[in-house]
Structures are given as C-alpha cells and as structure tokens.
C-alpha cells in the first residue's frame, strides 16, 4: 500500500495474558485518536477486541500481534496470530457459538478480511479498516 | 487501568445488580459468578449499566443467558447505558429477545 504513515507499528502480547483486551485497547485508542473522532474510535477498538478475543479462545497461538496503520483518513488494524481458524456452524439457538463477535465485529468496521491459518500454513491475519466518517 | 476493572454491584434484594468498568471475554466467568444469583431472581431483572465503559459480545452473551433464565418469570431491563454501550445492545439485537434498553434519563 502506497503513502501508508505508520500510527503505531506493532505491539506484541502474550496470549495468556489477563489483561491483553484492555492493553490491546489502549493502544488501539491512543493510535488511531490523532486520525478518528468518536464513535469511530470506540467501533474500531471493539471490532479488534473480537478479533483478539477470537484469536485468545481458538487459535491455540503463544502470542498475538497487533499493528496499527494510517492511510490519510482511515486506520487499518491487523491482528494476527500463530494457530489455526478453527471455524464451527452456529448451534442452533446454541450459546458461545453463535458468532456473535464476528457479526460485531463485521458490522463496526467499514472493511475487514481474514487469512485464515490452516494445518499447512498456520496464522491467521484478520484486517480491519475504519475510516472518518 | 484499575478505573476500569469490572465490578458487580448486587442489590439487596438480588433483583438486579450495578455493572461497572469494561466486560469482555477475559472477565466473563467472573461477571458470570458475581450474576447468578440473578439467575433464580422470582420476577424482573434491573441492571444498572450506566457504569459500564466498554461491552463486547461475550457482555451481550452473559445478558441473552440471563434473559432465557428469567423469561418465564420477567424482563430483564438494561438501564443508564451511554451512547456507545446502547448502540452496541442494538446491533446486537437485544431489543429483538425482549430485553428493554432505557438510556440515562429513564434510569
């Protein structure tokens, strides 16, 4: 991507930790504070608390990166992990396997996309973008 | 940052409960055990969220089980939330299940 300034580069949390979604929070906050207003900034560190989270409870990974860019009027948020996507249907009518992070998570964001780590090739990247409205 | 540790407020007469700080993942099953006895409440349920700073979809989890352990008996009501935390109980789809969503000025 051309011209991208970096907001923040990468910070790199160990998975086991109690308080990874609140730090990854602040930091995502602080990043994108200077390019966002609220409630951008609240929608985009909810959408990367999904994905942390997501990474946290299925990956199986030590660690999870997190990395902040800027494009003029937009912050792209990756977070990426060692493990493997391990993707379920929703029970139906079921509990924590409705995928209800994942639909926050689409619908907080103006994009997203996920590499999804397999057996073969471990590591799953998910891509968020939000951008001034 | 200690300020926004989550924290349980029951009330005396275990009918509803005070929420503070952030819900997430890494606190559920704590948010979980300091809830249940709300779980058994005889009718209505009243939280008090007007405390709460950040809610994510295991916040939205804990809310939707304790609607289905309550719904033969009452409604389970989510008041004083800020602008942020009621959007997120709207996209949720939480005013779909019958749960009541009352901003800061009915609480």
């Given amino acids: 991507m051309a011209e991208a300034a970096t907001a923040g580069g990468t910070q790199t949390y160990p998975a086991e930790s109690d308080s990874l979604l609140a730090d990854v929070r ?108 | 940052m200690a300020d926004d540790a989550f924290q349980v407020e029951l009330s005396d007469d275990l009918d509803g409960a005070r929420l503070t700080g952030e819900l997430d993942l890494l606190v559920y099953e704590k948010a979980d055990v300091a809830l249940s006895p709300l779980f058994d409440a005889p009718g209505d349920v009243i939280l008090d969220v007007s405390g709460l700073t950040f809610v994510d979809s295991s916040g939205i989890r804990l809310f939707v089980r304790l609607e289905r352990a309550i719904r033969d008996r009452g409604v389970l009501h989510l008041r004083g939330a800020s602008p942020h935390i009621e959007r997120v109980f709207q996209v949720a789809g939480l005013p779909d299940l019958g749960i009541v969503i009352a901003d800061g000025h009915d609480g």
């Fill in chain 1, 26 to 133: 602040r930091y995502v906050a602080a990043a994108a504070e200077p390019y966002l207003e609220e409630p951008s900034i609240h929608d985009l560190v909810l959408a990367v608390t999904e994905a942390c989270a997501n990474a946290i409870r299925h990956s199986g990974s030590d660690e999870i990166r997190v990395t902040v860019t800027a494009h003029e009027r937009c912050v792209e948020i990756t977070v990426e992990d060692d493990g493997v996507y391990r993707m379920s249907l929703p029970v139906v009518d079921g509990d924590a396997g409705s995928h209800r992070g994942l639909y926050l998570m689409a619908a907080m964001v103006d994009d997203f996309s996920v590499r999804r780590g397999t057996a073969a090739r471990t590591g799953t990247t998910v891509r968020l973008l939000k951008c001034a409205s």
